[in-house]
């Protein structure tokens, strides 16, 4: 992870703030938007990572995807593929691919052709082998499919002809259209790496990117900022703004300093919401997340390697406080992985008791009766899922000490936190889960599956073959009903181990300007610009501007085929 921030950090050049008379901030103005983000991206490839800051920054801007998500009732509809086909026994599923898509030209890459089957297989081909020649680049570690089993499932993939590609499965797997539609299932490009090969420097797919979406890349300053312009040749209608920037800031306040002073139009996870809603000229948005906030126990390391530990704690913290002080109200108390929302959530679940007693006599019984010293490590970033882990923090060390723990904080700056939560250096920590997609399996894989400890997303560290097999079970029907009893059975042995403690799921906010219109946010994945426009001149309005602001003039091309998903 560090050697792919390394590489990030020399991509571009240092930005230049460049005057402009009126006439040219009237058309930055309308024709641009800028997005105040709270973190860097560790890549510019979402297959590296499962970080929802990076996934915001990359995957709906730069690329797409073989499928996609649409519409409340979140059905699936075609995207690069214009079509699908799924055989009776599920082991078989054929892609048909739309023609005339183009990948993006920057001043690193010209392409010669539009998308063909031959990207679809690299893009694939470069997870699943690991004798492909860019498996290993950036340390072949792809999590989300790795957390999946997606080795296990694809025995094949198939060049049927220039415009068809044909998965094959070693079994019926009911979630693997689901998780083709993720923002991890980017389609990149093949001729874009043939390139690379030569002027050896492969490392650069990953951080000069080059995809379909409807942004590519322009320029990226770590910690400060990320340009993109429109990609005038999108195989839809071209995005509505010309140019797209991320400016960088970590600080809720400073966000929120800047969106007021209209320095930005659109920011990440905004505080003082009342403040917000007092301004006629911001609007505050909000979406019902699948998402679940968590405390977690390094299973690995003593005293949490015994589940008694764990269970003591779970009935030490007052989780009803924790709502009211970290989330104001804008939560819902977790009782389990699932939030409500999912058609796989068990009504039988219990609330947690809150039971200091009872918390103390298994410390006893457990050989804890002095209690202990333990560190908890708390995320330096907002997410949705946990607007303020350092307070957090500080509640349930407020909590355990009344049983006789005394908790360390700890916090890194948020790559380093992440990079050494995989390392596995903690005791204990506090972080969540935003869901890919609506499938209850993007919970219970990906969070504590014993593949998923390998990948870097359990961390955790605990695996249970009993649980993993359940977990197998519900994937190998497409039996709603039959699915639910096995999540059921898998929730009653989470409940019974504690590897975490669920604590709350949340709404994802965001504020903007009421000139700023569009969808940004989901229940579930990462952001999206594509449809967003903005109308009218902010007054006082900081335009950042590049050292070139000539926007590529290309021919648009859009195939007419329909979009029908045979599914």
Known sequence: MNNVTNLLSSCLGALLLLGCNNESIVSLSEHSVIYCAEGSPETFNPQLVTSGTTIDATSNQLYDRLIAYKGKENKLVPALAKSWHVTRDGKKVTFYLRKNVAFHQTEYFTPSRFLNADDVMFSFNRILDSQHPFHWVSGGNYPFFQNIGLNDLIEDVEKINEYTVRFHLSHADSSFLANLATDFAIILSAEYAQQLMQQKVKANIDTFPIGTGPFKLKEYRVGSLIRFY?????????????????????????????LLAKECDVTAYPIAHEKITQHKDLTLEAVTALNVGY?????????????????AVSYAINKQVLLDAVYQGKAELANSLLPKTSWAYNENVQEQE??????????????????????????????PYNPNAITMAKLIQADLKNIGIKVTIVSYEWNAFLHRLQLGEHQSFLLGWSADHPDP??????????????????????????????????????????????????????????????IAHSKRYQARGNNVTGQVLAPFGGINFYPVAKNGVLQNNRIIESDDDDFDEVEHHNDSDTEVGEN
Not at 238 to 248: H, S
Not at 466 to 475: P, R, S, V
Request: aromatic fraction near 12%.
């Open 230 to 258: 429109r990609h005038e040749q999108y195989w839809q209608p071209p995005a509505q703004i010309e140019q797209l920037v991320y400016d960088i800031t970590p600080s809720n306040t400073g966000r929120l300093t800047k």
């Open 295 to 311: 405390f977690g126990f390094n299973v690995n390391k003593p005293p949490f390697d015994n589940k008694l530990v764990r269970q």
């Open 354 to 383: 809150f039971n200091p007693i009872l918390a103390k006599s298994l410390l006893e019984v457990a050989g804890y009766a002095q209690g202990f010293s333990m560190d908890l490590w708390a995320m330096p970033v907002q997410r």
């Open 441 to 502: 399996d993007n919970f219970f894989s990906p969070m504590l599956s014993c593949s998923a400890t390998q990948t870097g997303s359990n961390t955790t560290f605990w695996c249970n073959q009993e649980y993993d097999d359940i977990i197998q079970k519900a994937l190998q029907t497409t039996n709603t009903k039959v699915r639910k009893k096995h999540y059921a059975q898998a929730m009653k042995i989470l409940a019974q181990e504690v590897p975490l403690i669920p």
